[in-house]
Protein backbone atom coordinates (compact mmCIF):
# COMPACT_ATOMS: atom_id res chain seq x y z
CA UNK A 1 0.00 0.00 0.00
CA UNK A 2 0.93 3.30 -0.76
CA UNK A 3 0.74 5.98 1.45
CA UNK A 4 0.15 9.60 -0.04
CA UNK A 5 -2.96 11.82 1.61
CA UNK A 6 -2.42 12.08 5.95
CA UNK A 7 -4.77 13.06 8.16
CA UNK A 8 -2.85 14.69 10.92
CA UNK A 9 -5.70 14.88 14.15
CA UNK A 10 -4.89 17.42 16.78
CA UNK A 11 -2.70 20.18 15.44
CA UNK A 12 -1.22 21.46 18.76
CA UNK A 13 2.76 21.13 19.44
CA UNK A 14 3.13 17.65 18.46
CA UNK A 15 0.17 17.94 15.51
CA UNK A 16 2.11 20.68 13.69
CA UNK A 17 5.38 19.37 13.45
CA UNK A 18 4.39 16.41 12.23
CA UNK A 19 2.22 18.11 9.65
CA UNK A 20 5.77 19.51 8.75
CA UNK A 21 7.55 16.91 8.30
CA UNK A 22 5.26 15.04 6.66
CA UNK A 23 5.14 17.98 4.00
CA UNK A 24 8.58 18.36 3.91
CA UNK A 25 9.00 15.12 2.80
CA UNK A 26 6.18 15.61 -0.10
CA UNK A 27 2.75 13.81 1.60
CA UNK A 28 -0.10 15.74 1.29
CA UNK A 29 -0.80 16.31 5.02
CA UNK A 30 -4.72 17.23 6.11
CA UNK A 31 -4.02 19.27 9.90
CA UNK A 32 -7.59 18.90 11.76
CA UNK A 33 -8.01 20.50 15.02
CA UNK A 34 -11.38 20.89 17.15
CA UNK A 35 -10.57 24.56 17.78
CA UNK A 36 -10.17 26.29 14.07
CA UNK A 37 -7.63 28.73 15.68
CA UNK A 38 -5.50 25.96 16.44
CA UNK A 39 -4.97 24.83 13.35
CA UNK A 40 -4.53 28.55 11.69
CA UNK A 41 -1.41 28.62 14.98
CA UNK A 42 -0.07 25.77 13.66
CA UNK A 43 -0.01 26.54 9.92
CA UNK A 44 1.48 29.90 10.87
CA UNK A 45 4.19 28.30 13.03
CA UNK A 46 5.35 25.90 10.14
CA UNK A 47 5.82 29.03 7.77
CA UNK A 48 7.77 30.77 10.15
CA UNK A 49 10.00 28.07 10.98
CA UNK A 50 10.43 27.26 7.23
CA UNK A 51 10.99 30.47 6.78
CA UNK A 52 13.62 30.95 9.51
CA UNK A 53 15.28 27.96 7.48
CA UNK A 54 15.00 29.87 4.12
CA UNK A 55 16.58 32.73 5.95
CA UNK A 56 19.69 30.74 6.88
CA UNK A 57 19.84 29.37 3.99
CA UNK A 58 19.26 25.92 4.43
CA UNK A 59 16.00 25.42 2.63
CA UNK A 60 14.96 27.42 -1.40
CA UNK A 61 11.70 29.64 -1.31
CA UNK A 62 10.42 26.76 -3.56
CA UNK A 63 10.66 24.23 -1.42
CA UNK A 64 9.22 26.06 1.25
CA UNK A 65 6.12 26.92 -1.04
CA UNK A 66 5.77 23.47 -2.00
CA UNK A 67 5.45 22.34 1.31
CA UNK A 68 3.26 24.83 2.66
CA UNK A 69 0.56 23.70 -0.48
CA UNK A 70 0.90 20.48 0.89
CA UNK A 71 -0.76 21.47 4.11
CA UNK A 72 -4.27 21.50 4.08
CA UNK A 73 -6.39 23.10 6.86
CA UNK A 74 -8.93 20.81 8.17
CA UNK A 75 -11.89 21.45 10.50
CA UNK A 76 -13.90 18.47 9.78
CA UNK A 77 -12.85 14.79 10.56
CA UNK A 78 -14.90 13.72 7.06
CA UNK A 79 -11.60 15.45 5.56
CA UNK A 80 -10.26 12.22 6.84
CA UNK A 81 -12.22 10.15 4.38
CA UNK A 82 -9.68 9.35 1.45
CA UNK A 83 -6.51 9.70 3.33
CA UNK A 84 -4.00 6.60 3.56
CA UNK A 85 -3.06 7.30 7.13
CA UNK A 86 -4.15 8.76 10.07
CA UNK A 87 -1.71 9.92 12.97
CA UNK A 88 -3.66 11.42 15.94
CA UNK A 89 -2.14 13.82 18.55
CA UNK A 90 -4.72 15.32 20.61
CA UNK A 91 -4.76 15.85 23.97
CA UNK A 92 -3.01 12.54 26.16
CA UNK A 93 -6.37 11.19 27.04
CA UNK A 94 -8.19 7.47 26.49
CA UNK A 95 -11.63 8.51 25.69
CA UNK A 96 -11.05 11.25 23.78
CA UNK A 97 -8.66 9.47 21.75
CA UNK A 98 -10.91 6.29 21.43
CA UNK A 99 -13.59 8.68 20.35
CA UNK A 100 -11.95 10.06 17.92
CA UNK A 101 -10.86 7.37 16.30
CA UNK A 102 -14.17 5.43 16.28
CA UNK A 103 -14.90 8.59 14.80
CA UNK A 104 -13.02 8.38 12.06
CA UNK A 105 -13.60 4.45 11.79
CA UNK A 106 -17.13 5.11 10.44
CA UNK A 107 -15.80 7.81 8.16
CA UNK A 108 -12.33 6.47 6.73
CA UNK A 109 -11.66 4.12 3.59
CA UNK A 110 -11.23 0.40 4.72
CA UNK A 111 -7.42 0.18 4.28
CA UNK A 112 -6.78 3.49 5.89
CA UNK A 113 -3.83 2.94 8.74
CA UNK A 114 -4.60 4.51 12.39
CA UNK A 115 -1.88 5.64 14.25
CA UNK A 116 -1.87 7.49 17.89
CA UNK A 117 1.13 9.58 18.98
CA UNK A 118 0.21 8.72 22.53
CA UNK A 119 3.53 8.77 25.07
CA UNK A 120 1.92 6.68 27.81
CA UNK A 121 -1.15 5.30 26.95
CA UNK A 122 -1.15 1.47 26.07
CA UNK A 123 -1.76 1.06 22.26
CA UNK A 124 -4.54 -1.88 22.40
CA UNK A 125 -5.93 0.05 24.32
CA UNK A 126 -7.12 2.91 21.61
CA UNK A 127 -6.90 0.11 18.79
CA UNK A 128 -10.38 -1.19 20.16
CA UNK A 129 -12.08 1.74 19.43
CA UNK A 130 -11.38 0.88 15.54
CA UNK A 131 -12.84 -2.79 13.86
CA UNK A 132 -9.95 -3.53 11.94
CA UNK A 133 -7.32 -3.76 14.63
CA UNK A 134 -4.62 -4.91 12.28
CA UNK A 135 -3.48 -1.63 11.10
CA UNK A 136 -3.74 0.15 14.32
CA UNK A 137 -0.41 0.91 15.50
CA UNK A 138 1.40 3.49 17.65
CA UNK A 139 3.82 6.16 15.83
CA UNK A 140 5.60 8.44 18.79
CA UNK A 141 7.22 11.33 17.79
CA UNK A 142 9.22 13.01 19.94
CA UNK A 143 9.77 16.46 20.59
CA UNK A 144 10.30 18.68 18.58
CA UNK A 145 9.27 16.98 15.91
CA UNK A 146 11.32 18.32 12.99
CA UNK A 147 14.47 18.39 15.12
CA UNK A 148 14.33 14.62 17.23
CA UNK A 149 15.24 12.10 14.41
CA UNK A 150 13.53 8.71 16.21
CA UNK A 151 10.17 7.45 15.86
CA UNK A 152 8.95 4.97 17.76
CA UNK A 153 6.50 2.28 16.09
CA UNK A 154 4.44 0.38 18.78
CA UNK A 155 3.16 -2.83 18.08
CA UNK A 156 -0.74 -3.53 19.83
CA UNK A 157 -1.24 -6.90 20.02
CA UNK A 158 -3.18 -7.59 16.65
CA UNK A 159 -1.07 -4.74 14.78
CA UNK A 160 -0.15 -6.39 11.33
CA UNK A 161 3.62 -6.84 9.57
CA UNK A 162 2.02 -4.42 6.87
CA UNK A 163 0.79 -1.89 8.99
CA UNK A 164 4.42 -1.96 10.46
CA UNK A 165 6.08 -2.00 7.25
CA UNK A 166 3.73 1.02 5.70
CA UNK A 167 4.06 3.26 8.53
CA UNK A 168 7.92 2.61 9.21
CA UNK A 169 8.55 3.56 5.35
CA UNK A 170 6.45 6.48 5.67
CA UNK A 171 7.94 7.65 8.93
CA UNK A 172 11.33 6.99 7.58
CA UNK A 173 10.77 9.48 4.36
CA UNK A 174 10.08 11.72 7.03
CA UNK A 175 13.54 11.65 7.90
CA UNK A 176 13.27 9.79 11.24
CA UNK A 177 15.01 6.21 12.21
CA UNK A 178 12.33 3.92 13.06
CA UNK A 179 12.81 1.16 15.56
CA UNK A 180 9.88 -1.37 17.11
CA UNK A 181 8.91 -1.86 20.03
CA UNK A 182 5.88 -3.83 21.85
CA UNK A 183 3.15 -2.34 23.67
CA UNK A 184 4.64 -1.99 27.22
CA UNK A 185 4.25 0.87 29.45
CA UNK A 186 6.79 3.43 28.21
CA UNK A 187 7.73 1.55 25.14
CA UNK A 188 11.68 1.54 25.05
CA UNK A 189 12.99 5.34 25.22
CA UNK A 190 10.52 7.00 28.13
CA UNK A 191 10.65 3.28 29.82
CA UNK A 192 14.53 3.73 29.95
CA UNK A 193 14.73 7.24 30.28
CA UNK A 194 12.55 7.53 33.64
CA UNK A 195 14.18 4.77 35.31
CA UNK A 196 17.67 6.73 34.93
CA UNK A 197 15.45 9.94 36.11
CA UNK A 198 14.05 7.97 38.97
CA UNK A 199 17.47 7.09 40.49
CA UNK A 200 18.21 10.33 39.87
CA UNK A 201 15.43 11.66 42.23
CA UNK A 202 16.72 8.74 44.86
CA UNK A 203 20.25 10.00 44.97
CA UNK A 204 19.22 13.56 45.28
CA UNK A 205 16.73 12.33 48.55
CA UNK A 206 19.42 10.25 50.01
CA UNK A 207 21.84 13.32 49.59
CA UNK A 208 24.99 11.82 47.65
CA UNK A 209 24.92 14.95 45.53
CA UNK A 210 23.06 17.91 44.85
CA UNK A 211 20.93 18.80 41.61
CA UNK A 212 23.68 20.42 39.53
CA UNK A 213 26.53 18.03 40.33
CA UNK A 214 24.19 15.16 39.73
CA UNK A 215 23.66 16.85 36.14
CA UNK A 216 27.13 17.34 35.50
CA UNK A 217 27.93 13.78 36.48
CA UNK A 218 25.98 12.42 33.68
CA UNK A 219 26.58 14.98 31.18
CA UNK A 220 30.13 14.55 31.29
CA UNK A 221 30.36 11.19 32.65
CA UNK A 222 27.70 9.05 30.77
CA UNK A 223 27.77 11.80 27.75
CA UNK A 224 24.22 12.34 28.09
CA UNK A 225 23.34 16.17 26.52
CA UNK A 226 21.26 16.49 29.11
CA UNK A 227 21.31 15.94 32.99
CA UNK A 228 18.35 14.27 34.05
CA UNK A 229 17.08 17.11 35.72
CA UNK A 230 17.52 19.37 33.55
CA UNK A 231 15.57 17.42 30.90
CA UNK A 232 12.87 16.84 33.36
CA UNK A 233 12.50 19.96 33.35
CA UNK A 234 12.67 21.33 29.71
CA UNK A 235 9.63 17.92 29.20
CA UNK A 236 7.33 19.53 32.13
CA UNK A 237 7.38 17.98 35.39
CA UNK A 238 4.07 17.65 34.84
CA UNK A 239 4.43 15.26 31.90
CA UNK A 240 7.28 13.42 34.03
CA UNK A 241 4.94 12.69 36.69
CA UNK A 242 2.00 11.43 34.48
CA UNK A 243 4.47 9.11 32.94
CA UNK A 244 5.78 7.53 35.90
CA UNK A 245 2.70 7.01 36.83
CA UNK A 246 1.61 5.08 34.11
CA UNK A 247 4.79 3.26 34.58
CA UNK A 248 4.04 2.28 37.69
CA UNK A 249 0.67 1.31 37.49
CA UNK A 250 1.33 -0.59 34.13
CA UNK A 251 4.38 -2.39 35.76
CA UNK A 252 3.02 -2.37 39.49
CA UNK A 253 7.14 -1.84 40.16
CA UNK A 254 8.03 0.75 43.19
CA UNK A 255 10.83 1.40 41.73
CA UNK A 256 8.63 3.49 38.77
CA UNK A 257 6.81 5.55 41.45
CA UNK A 258 7.04 8.99 41.52
CA UNK A 259 8.77 10.62 44.07
CA UNK A 260 7.26 12.93 46.81
CA UNK A 261 9.21 15.69 46.02
CA UNK A 262 8.40 15.48 42.50
CA UNK A 263 4.62 15.56 43.28
CA UNK A 264 5.11 18.56 45.48
CA UNK A 265 6.49 20.35 42.64
CA UNK A 266 3.95 19.52 40.43
CA UNK A 267 1.30 20.11 43.41
CA UNK A 268 2.86 23.66 43.53
CA UNK A 269 2.45 24.56 39.79
CA UNK A 270 6.20 24.49 39.23
CA UNK A 271 6.27 22.55 35.95
CA UNK A 272 9.93 23.25 34.55
CA UNK A 273 10.46 25.98 31.71
CA UNK A 274 7.45 26.44 31.01
CA UNK A 275 6.35 27.85 34.47
CA UNK A 276 9.70 29.42 35.22
CA UNK A 277 10.38 27.02 37.54
CA UNK A 278 10.71 23.39 38.20
CA UNK A 279 14.09 21.49 39.48
CA UNK A 280 15.75 24.85 38.11
CA UNK A 281 14.44 28.50 38.49
CA UNK A 282 14.59 30.11 34.82
CA UNK A 283 12.89 33.24 35.77
CA UNK A 284 16.14 35.45 35.15
CA UNK A 285 16.27 33.95 32.20
CA UNK A 286 18.67 32.16 32.77
CA UNK A 287 19.08 28.38 34.46
CA UNK A 288 19.39 28.81 37.87
CA UNK A 289 19.62 26.73 41.35
CA UNK A 290 16.80 27.82 43.32
CA UNK A 291 17.38 29.08 46.76
CA UNK A 292 13.50 29.40 47.56
CA UNK A 293 12.96 25.73 48.52
CA UNK A 294 15.30 23.32 50.01
CA UNK A 295 15.60 19.93 48.11
N1 LIG B 1 4.71 17.28 23.79
C1 LIG B 1 5.54 16.24 23.77
O1 LIG B 1 6.73 16.35 24.11
C2 LIG B 1 5.06 14.90 23.25
C3 LIG B 1 6.00 13.95 22.80
C4 LIG B 1 5.54 12.74 22.28
C5 LIG B 1 4.18 12.47 22.26
N2 LIG B 1 3.28 13.40 22.74
C6 LIG B 1 1.85 13.07 22.68
O2 LIG B 1 1.28 13.79 21.59
C7 LIG B 1 -0.08 14.12 21.90
C8 LIG B 1 -0.29 15.62 21.72
O3 LIG B 1 0.60 16.33 22.55
P1 LIG B 1 0.91 17.88 22.30
O4 LIG B 1 2.05 18.21 23.20
O5 LIG B 1 0.99 18.17 20.86
O6 LIG B 1 -0.42 18.55 22.89
P2 LIG B 1 -1.02 20.02 22.60
O7 LIG B 1 -1.78 20.38 23.82
O8 LIG B 1 0.04 20.95 22.10
O9 LIG B 1 -2.04 19.77 21.37
C9 LIG B 1 -3.20 19.01 21.48
C10 LIG B 1 -4.20 19.52 20.45
O10 LIG B 1 -5.33 18.62 20.44
C11 LIG B 1 -6.46 19.41 20.14
N3 LIG B 1 -7.68 18.69 20.49
C12 LIG B 1 -8.23 18.49 21.70
N4 LIG B 1 -9.38 17.80 21.58
C13 LIG B 1 -9.54 17.55 20.27
C14 LIG B 1 -10.52 16.86 19.51
N5 LIG B 1 -11.61 16.31 20.09
N6 LIG B 1 -10.39 16.81 18.17
C15 LIG B 1 -9.32 17.38 17.57
N7 LIG B 1 -8.34 18.04 18.23
C16 LIG B 1 -8.46 18.12 19.57
C17 LIG B 1 -6.27 20.67 20.96
O11 LIG B 1 -7.10 21.73 20.49
C18 LIG B 1 -4.77 20.92 20.76
O12 LIG B 1 -4.53 21.80 19.68
C19 LIG B 1 -0.35 13.59 23.31
O13 LIG B 1 -0.92 12.31 23.21
C20 LIG B 1 1.05 13.50 23.90
O14 LIG B 1 1.16 12.52 24.92
C21 LIG B 1 3.70 14.61 23.21
Given at each position: MEVKKIFVVGAGFMGAGIAQVGAQAGYEMHLYDIAPAAVEKGIAGINKLLTKKVDKGSMTQEALDEAMALIKPS?????????DLVIEAVYENADLKRDIFGKLDAICKPECIMATNTSSIPITSLAVAVKDQSRFIGMHFFSPVPVMRLCELIRAIKTSDETIAVVAEVAQKMGKTTVVAKD?????VNRINSALRCEAYKCLLEGVASIEDIDTAMK????????PFELADFVGLDVNYNVLSQLYAGYKNPHFAPSLILEKLVTAGDLGRKTG????????GEKKPRTDIKF
Open positions: TSLDDAADVVPGFILGANLPMGKGWYDYTS
